[in-house]
């Protein structure tokens, strides 16, 4: 894939969400909600100078960013102001 974001966006890819309960129960995928949290794979130069960077792993708004689909593969783009924090 060769995508490059403008300005102060990023592309995520939304990490995997767990499919079972501490007490074993799995999850149908209806009652499942969409991960706030990705890992990024792509940096607009705004976003880099905020401290960004590719393979960090983010944390987001519910309601924020776009969702895209990249060879068959869906991502969201996000402003680097809707990225709430990093985690480390």
């Not at 705004?46 to 924020?64: L, M, P, S």
Request: proline share 5%.
């Amino acid at each position: 894939m060769n995508f490059q974001p403008l300005a102060n966006r990023v592309l995520i890819e939304r990490e995997e969400e767990v499919t079972t309960t501490a007490s074993g129960i799995i999850l149908p995928d209806n009652a499942k909600e969409k991960p706030l949290q990705g890992k990024v794979l792509a940096v607009g130069p705004d976003a880099q100078e905020e401290g960004i960077n590719v393979g960090d792993t983010v944390v987001f708004g519910k309601y924020v960013g776009s969702e895209i689909t990249l060879e068959d593969s869906e991502y969201l783009i996000l402003n680097s102001d809707d990225i709430l924090g990093l985690l480390k």
